[in-house]
């Protein structure tokens, strides 16, 4: 069996066109997206800060920098979850988002949680 490591934060993600908030006429698609973060590693861990990189259809890049989650920092044992939604507002039908996760173990390790690169995209944009 293969040891686990001791900072290992697994990210998950599900996102959701909402069109009752997105106006295309005038280039705003709202998307929500959910993350659930699972510790796998053995150290228990608080998130401190995210640092997404959003990208939309044009080409253009948002870098977002900030406190915790959805006004939250929480800390997670080894196997805890921890799951929050949030949403994006883009100019394009399509995008992407990507970052991490800052996190600080209990042993005072400071360690990034890569969040991998997932689609925005309005229901039948992409096939």
Not at 35 to 53: E, F, S
Not at 64 to 92: C, H, N
Request: aromatic share 10%; hydrophobic share 35%.
């Amino acid at each position: 069996m293969k040891d686990k490591l001791p900072y290992t934060i697994d990210v998950q993600v599900q996102t959701r066109f909402v069109p009752d908030q997105s106006a295309p006429n005038e280039n705003r698609y709202v998307f929500a997206y959910t993350i659930k973060l699972h510790n796998a590693g053995i150290q228990p861990a608080r998130l401190l800060t995210r640092h997404w990189v959003i990208t939309d259809a044009n080409g253009k890049v948002e870098e977002v920098f900030g406190e915790g989650v959805v006004g939250e920092q929480p800390w997670m044992r080894p196997g805890d979850d921890y799951e929050y939604t949030s949403g994006a507002v883009l100019e394009t039908a399509v995008g992407t988002m990507q970052g991490s996760y800052q996190m600080m173990a209990d042993d005072g390790t400071r360690f990034e949680a890569p969040i991998p690169t997932f689609t925005l995209s309005i229901p039948r944009t992409l096939h």
